[in-house]
């Protein structure tokens, strides 16, 4: 079993809180920010990926903790800004943006990660009638990326990024055109690698490929964006990556290369993290409301399903589906083999198969655990319109709602 590794006192909090719910263990996830950052050189910049989970409360827990957000929509940026958070403080990436998501991002001046020769001239575009700058990464999707990684955005034909073999073109312009300001080289291949060999390895790779864009274009990066891809363990058997073995593979890596090729002596370099911040510091709890007997199989149904936790299904990224880790917080004793499901009308709601868990009865609360990312922020909230579950943070003395529910339609 993995366990829920915060202190929150879950079994508690769910006898009295009305399910279904998600806890936040704050605390724990900014001593886990520490960790990282202390294992990290001052070079680093570490960025928290908003798009893994952008509740208000547990961004302000985050932002003094990173050197910048990374966004991925108009309408995150916007909400940041809203925040108080400075354009700057951001970087914008997604195959996708829009005319007016790039007049913003020019506007708040936050950093654009440019996905494609077609966006760049968009953005240059965009940047002219404003008679201004466009400061923007270009984002390279690499030739290679390592199966360590458990996602894989690159080292393949993807939206993601210029294919490698084109950057130098896509380079060379950008560095041509008055109305860009070419700050860096962003790399995203992966993520969910939990294995810090793997994560060394893709940071090497990315700075090689930095190295030779530099040669080849005589462009100058101010700064290097090594992507980041640092996994949260979500099944049984998977290993666990420390902040500080994560941090210090990455930090082994820069110290050599630093001292190898002067181009990277005061270059700085950016980590984008969202799962490693708050994966595994999030908790979802939700009800039994009925259990079934069929065809020899135990059916626990919850008052709260996909619509809730959408990545417990397997759907979010899973090639096979396994069980997150799920507790039954009320009882101990008697276990067997159980699946659970929610309560929408569709086979895809199943949220685990042949759980070993104490024999569930209505009224139990389940928590599935290791939930914080991907999984209020990922899920289809409206579908068949229940009502959403309220969203509490935990201080290291008690919870409070920082997100309450919502529904489609009231009823007693
Ligand atoms: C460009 C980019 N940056 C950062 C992330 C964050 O990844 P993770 O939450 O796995 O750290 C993603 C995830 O899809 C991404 O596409």
Not at 39 to 46: G, K, R
Not at 127 to 153: C, E, Y
Request: hydrophobic share 45%; with cysteine; proline share 6%.
């Amino acid at each position: 079993m993995i366990p829920f590794l915060t202190d929150a006192p879950l079994e508690e909090l769910a006898a009295r809180i009305d399910a279904p719910f998600y806890l936040y263990d704050g605390p724990a996830m900014v001593a886990h920010a520490r960790e990282l950052r202390a294992a990290l050189p001052s070079c680093v910049d570490l960025l928290y990926c908003v798009k893994a989970n952008a509740n208000r409360s547990l961004v302000e827990l985050l932002v003094p903790e990173v050197q910048g957000l990374d966004v991925s929509s108009g309408g995150e940026l916007a909400f940041m800004r809203g925040l108080g958070i400075p354009g700057p403080f951001m970087s914008f990436a997604g195959p996708g943006k829009s005319l007016p998501e790039l007049s913003l991002a020019i506007r708040e001046r936050a950093s654009i990660s440019v996905e494609s020769e077609t966006e760049l001239h968009r953005i240059v575009s965009v940047a002219s009638q404003k008679g201004t700058k466009a400061s923007i990464a270009i984002r390279v999707n690499p030739k290679h990326t390592s199966k360590l990684f458990g996602m894989r955005m690159g080292g393949q034909a993807s939206a993601f990024g210029v294919p490698e073999e084109d950057a130098a073109a896509v380079v060379r312009q950008a560095i041509a055109s008055p109305h860009i300001d070419l700050d860096g080289l962003h790399v995203f291949a992966g993520t969910q690698c939990l294995e810090a060999s793997a994560l060394a390895e893709n940071a090497r790779q990315t700075l090689d490929l930095a190295a030779a864009l530099m040669t080849e274009t005589g462009a100058s990066f101010r700064h290097v964006n090594l992507g980041g891809g640092f996994g949260v363990p979500y099944f049984e058997g998977q290993p666990d990556l420390a902040p500080e073995v994560g941090g210090a593979a990455i930090a082994g890596v820069l110290e050599d290369r630093r001292l190898q090729d002067t181009r990277f002596s005061q270059m700085r370099f950016v980590l984008e993290l969202g799962r490693f911040f708050v994966g595994r510091f999030g908790a979802y709890v939700a009800r039994v409301i009925d259990v079934k007997e069929t065809r020899g199989k135990r059916i626990v149904v919850l008052d709260g399903g996909m619509n809730h936790v959408f990545p417990a299904t397997g759907n979010f990224g899973q090639l096979v589906k396994k069980n997150y880790p799920i507790v039954n917080l009320s009882r101990v004793d008697d276990p067997c083999l159980q699946d659970v499901v929610g309560p929408l009308c569709t086979p895809i709601d199943s949220l685990a198969r042949e759980a070993v868990l104490p024999r569930c009865r209505i009224g139990d609360a389940i928590a599935f655990l290791h939930v914080g990312a991907y999984s209020y922020a990922a899920s289809p909230l409206l579908f068949l319109g229940h009502p959403t579950p309220q969203e509490l943070l935990w201080n290291g003395v008690d919870a409070r709602v920082v997100r309450p529910s919502f529904t489609m339609g009231h009823f007693a």
